[in-house]
């Protein structure tokens, strides 16, 4: 029987086959644990990460409290796309690393998205 963790590394594998990040159009990374969500922005041929927001970051902690874990999720979708525009990032390739697409993941990517991110 296979566990969970190994359902979702042959799915990361089988999406990270097709998956690249690049200057132009970097990757925007997400993993979610049982309680945070983490989000990185990666550009694959530099191999360096140009930026990452999470649950836990400074500007999530002001203001009041999150609410649900979809909420954090959206809140930190709304954050990368924020600062990826500041950066000058508009386009960017989405893995959703391993994760099915439904729930914070959603959240989070319907979020970055109507923030003007392009994927």
């Known amino acids: ?33 049982a309680t945070h969500i983490y989000a990185q922005i990666i550009d694959d041929d530099q191999r360096q990460t140009l930026l990452s ?3 836990l970051s400074p500007e999530m902690k002001e203001g009041e409290k999150p609410g649900s ?3 954090m999720a959206q809140k930190v979708g709304e954050l990368v796309a924020k600062r990826c525009l500041e950066k000058d990032i508009k386009k960017v390739v989405f893995d959703r690393n391993g994760f099915v697409f439904h729930g914070r993941i959603k959240a989070l990517a319907d979020a970055a998205r109507k923030a003007g991110l392009e994927f």
């Open 53 to 55: 927001v999470s649950s």
């Open 1 to 33: 029987m296979r566990t969970k963790l190994e359902i979702r590394a042959w799915r990361k594998k089988r999406i990270r086959k097709k998956t690249k990040g690049t200057g132009l159009r970097p990757r925007l990374s997400v993993f979610r644990s």
């Open 69 to 71: 874990k979809s909420v």
